[in-house]
């Protein structure tokens, strides 16, 4: 019935992209009459297709992988469970429990490749494979600070109508400026630094939003925000990241490690 229902919400997503106005086929649709829904990560060249199908999406990038045996990552699968029986819930798409991770530093994707907004040192890079061999030799060879234990606490989730994800804020003083000592050693290192660099917000995503919310979804997306924040205490409100690592992806689905950045 999931797959169904996303099914009859995208419809009307594809006929946006196509121009066309096209009825979405759902409870929301039919209490309204035909109002069209835009596509927001799903289409060509996005993460996922209108079925919520993940989608080549080639790149690469530091992360902490949270851990299974944590509160915390119970939390966030069980905030799945209740995504999946939301009345919203073809919207949306979920992540494995694999794949759930906090980033760390940015790096680069096939986008990057394709606009050209590589530095010089990478800017005769074709495509992401040679991208990322070329990072991983110049880590190899960097004497970068040793990390330390990464402690996260939940601030709560951002706002539903982009993704599914949780903000998260440095636990304590010695996390803060571990985080911001890779990312800036990193960003001199790779020569790369992204235009919300000293405003970025760490984030553990659960899912992403398929198509842009209409106003009738405001009420079911603050209800489960609700009930989904509510998961996040005790335990759960704090976790120790694992170790960040250099990882590829090939879409959403995993993120192996290719090197793991030296730790105290």
Not at 54 to 67: E, I, K, L, M, S
Not at 160 to 182: E, G, K, Q, S, V
Request: hydrophobic share 45%.
């Amino acid at each position: 019935m999931f797959a169904s229902n996303r099914r009859g919400v995208l419809f009307g997503a594809v006929g946006a992209a196509a121009g066309l106005t096209i009825a979405p086929v759902t409870a929301v649709a039919a209490a309204q009459g035909p109002e069209r829904r835009e596509p927001l990560a799903a289409g060509p060249g996005k993460k996922w297709d209108f079925d919520g199908n993940a989608q080549r999406f080639r790149g690469n990038t530091f992360v902490c992988p949270v851990p299974q045996d944590s509160a915390f990552f119970h939390a966030e699968t069980e905030a799945m469970e209740i995504m999946k029986r939301s009345s919203i819930a073809d919207q949306y798409v979920c992540l494995p429990h694999q794949s759930m991770h906090m980033t760390v530093f940015d790096a680069t994707t096939k986008d990057t490749v394709i606009n050209k907004q590589l530095p010089a040192w990478l800017a005769d890079c074709t495509d992401v494979s040679e991208v990322s061999q070329r990072i991983l030799a110049r880590l190899q060879e960097s004497t970068l600070t040793p990390v330390g234990p990464i402690r996260m606490k939940v601030k709560g989730f951002l706002p539903f109508d982009a993704n599914f994800t949780l903000d998260l804020t440095p636990a304590d003083d010695a996390t803060f400026n571990t985080l911001w000592t890779i990312r800036r050693e990193l960003s001199a290192l790779l020569e790369i630094r992204a235009s919300n660099f000293e405003t970025y917000q760490f984030h553990s995503t659960i899912g992403y939003r398929l198509v842009k919310p209409l106003a009738s979804d405001v009420p079911p997306m603050e209800r489960l925000a609700a009930k989904c924040s509510a998961l996040f205490t005790g335990d759960a409100a704090t976790v120790t990241m694992e170790y960040p690592a250099f990882n590829l992806f090939d879409d959403m689905l995993a993120f192996p490690q290719l090197w793991r950045l030296p730790t105290a």
